[in-house]
């Protein structure tokens, strides 16, 4: 159906923009769109709802927010070249952002635009005759749903809107949480569980509530100096992923990296995900090349397909891994941590046979280099060699790819091969430049979350400890391609929030989960602010500035 709806959306729909904050958007006359069916119609308007989401979840856009405000990602000035950006990935990492930040303004922009289009197929929809226009319906609504978690999250406001004529209402805490717990509640019994995972299914929706029901405190008193967590709400965060854990319809991952695969699409831990299959129009991210060197070069077939030198995990997220496992080497003990493909040593691999590591990389780097026409080395049969590698893209030939655990916004800490890097999700397997041909889908929701925020639940709402302990061990248990994880022999809420960083790193949980766990105000690298307002973004100026004709509506996050 995604194909299709693309090719109708191209060819016979034009939808505007929204207007700014007031989600302006002109609503499709279908009377004059001639020659299609209202099935196509249907698609038609559908398809924007979820087009949108790559533009949202763009490696500088929310993952920026989501992981570089946070412990476990730093971006540095890399070289005093590169990754400056005016400063705003040092700002963003020390919670010093400002409303004209263009990675907020672009997430924000990204996000309310999915609004406007759930808005316009919501009112088309209403009326359009075709079988599928109920469950579609209910899929924009969910949608929009979706998006307003998002705004909330993020941003701490969520805008009402129905007539796409009308000025959206702007609501914040309690009647934002009943906003969007209403919506999804509305159109659960209309989805069922065969879309997915690239459209939200019933058990996306479940995820969604006991998303909300999880974070429900924070959002309810943002600035809190505790977080009050309602038993009910913890009840029904535990109601909803046992639906999603009983439904049968997903299954933990034997083979953690598998779930982030270029092919990853029909992977039965994933519940909710950006489609990027490579026939949608839509595809193409760079999860995979932001983390790597400039002269890692994944593909023996592209010379020129390499990474971009961008973002480390920090030391502290590290120590976290080191210190849990110890005296055990946390690659050796973890499966989640590292996968080694390529052993890290000269030698010479069939081309066919050639595939980097993944996870976490530490220490000196091994690859493919190339000779002075460009081409790969190759040995005397032809394989191609594998050779210590160095910073040659860079121009610095001398200078090794050799990632080490310290990385800062010093001079020396901010060099090319500083941090470890990260390369969870596959490099595609056809990209010739390493840039926007990312094919993975990126997970928005997976089983094991429904496995840890019921342990947290447990946790929160009646100090179930061997519930919770329960749940996260079948989670570490069930990655059995290779030795999984030990159990662990308690549990805490401390503890809890180190297995998510585990399980979870690198997917745009970790600021959400440090707001909800007390976490965020806390000092790690580079980092020392503890000022509670930065918990939210702020809203962009330009936004504002938009909305000022009428007084009030818009106002700014406090501290901003």
């Known amino acids: 159906m995604r194909s299709l709806s693309i090719k109708c959306l191209i060819c016979f729909v034009s939808l505007t923009m929204f207007g700014c904050t007031k989600l302006n958007e002109k609503v499709l006359d279908e009377s004059s769109v001639t020659g299609l069916t209202d099935k196509q119609l249907a698609e038609g308007l559908i398809a924007p709802v979820y087009n949108v989401l790559p533009d949202i979840f763009y490696h500088t856009r929310y993952f920026a927010l989501q992981e570089i405000s946070s412990d476990e990602a730093i971006l540095p000035y890399r070289g005093g070249t ?107 019994p209309v989805l069922d569980n065969s879309a997915g995972p690239g459209r939200i299914t019933k058990a996306g929706v479940w995820g969604l509530l006991a998303r909300l029901y999880l974070n429900a405190a924070v959002y309810r008193d943002r600035y809190a100096a505790a977080f009050s967590f309602k038993g009910d709400d913890m009840n029904k965060v535990i109601d909803y992923c046992n639906k999603i854990i009983s439904s049968g319809s997903y299954t933990l991952a034997p083979e953690y990296f598998s779930i982030f695969n270029n092919d990853n699409h029909g992977n039965k831990e994933i519940v909710f995900a950006v489609d990027q299959r490579p026939d949608l129009s839509n595809s193409h991210n760079r999860m995979a090349y932001f983390s790597l060197s400039g002269d890692q070069f994944p593909l023996p077939a592209f010379t020129s397909a390499n990474g971009t030198d961008g973002p480390a995990i920090t030391p502290d997220f590290y120590e976290t891994w080191a210190a849990a496992n110890t005296p055990v080497d946390p690659a050796a003990a973890d499966p989640r941590f590292y996968k080694e493909n390529l052993p890290q040593v000269d030698g010479c691999v069939d081309a066919a046979a050639f595939n ?94 429904a496995y840890l925020m019921r342990a947290e639940a447990k946790l929160r709402g009646t100090n179930d400890a061997a519930g919770a302990l329960a749940d996260v061990n079948i989670v570490r248990a069930a990655r059995t391609a290779t030795t999984p994880a030990a159990p662990l022999t308690s549990m805490s809420l401390d503890l809890l929030f180190r297995e998510r960083g585990f399980e979870f790193y690198w997917e745009m949980l970790r600021r959400t989960d440090m707001v909800r766990f007390g976490k965020y105000e806390g000092s790690w690298t580079e980092k020392s602010s503890t000022d509670k307002n930065k918990r939210v973004f702020p809203i962009p100026q330009t936004a504002i500035d938009a909305a000022s004709n009428i007084p009030n509506y818009l106002k700014q996050n406090d501290g901003y």
């Open 82 to 188: 590169d990754w400056g950006d005016n400063g705003i990935y040092v700002s963003m990492h020390r919670h010093e952002t400002v409303s004209t930040d263009p990675n907020v303004q672009s997430t924000w922009t990204n996000i309310v635009t999915g609004l406007s289009r759930s808005v316009t197929a919501i009112t088309a929809l209403k009326t359009n005759k075709d079988a599928s226009a109920p469950l579609f319906l209910a899929e924009a609504r969910a949608m929009r749903a979706f998006y307003s978690l998002l705004t909330l999250d993020l941003f701490n406001v969520v805008f009402i809107k129905e007539d796409p004529n009308g000025t959206s209402k702007v609501v914040r805490g309690d009647q934002a949480i009943q906003y969007i717990e209403s919506e999804l509640l509305a159109v659960e």
């Open 356 to 449: 980097i590591n993944r996870g976490i990389l530490r220490g000196q780097q091994y690859g493919l280099t190339k000779d002075a026409s460009g081409a790969f080395v190759k040995c005397p049969d032809g394989k191609l060699q594998v050779s210590k590698l160095y910073n040659v893209t860079r121009s610095k030939p001398t200078l090794p790819v050799d990632f080490t655990e310290q990385v800062d916004f010093t001079t020396a800490g901010s060099n090319y091969s500083t941090g470890y890097r990260v390369e969870k999700y596959e490099f595609s397997k056809s990209s010739n430049s390493g840039r926007n041909k990312g094919e993975a889908d990126i997970i928005i929701l997976r089983l094991a979350d």
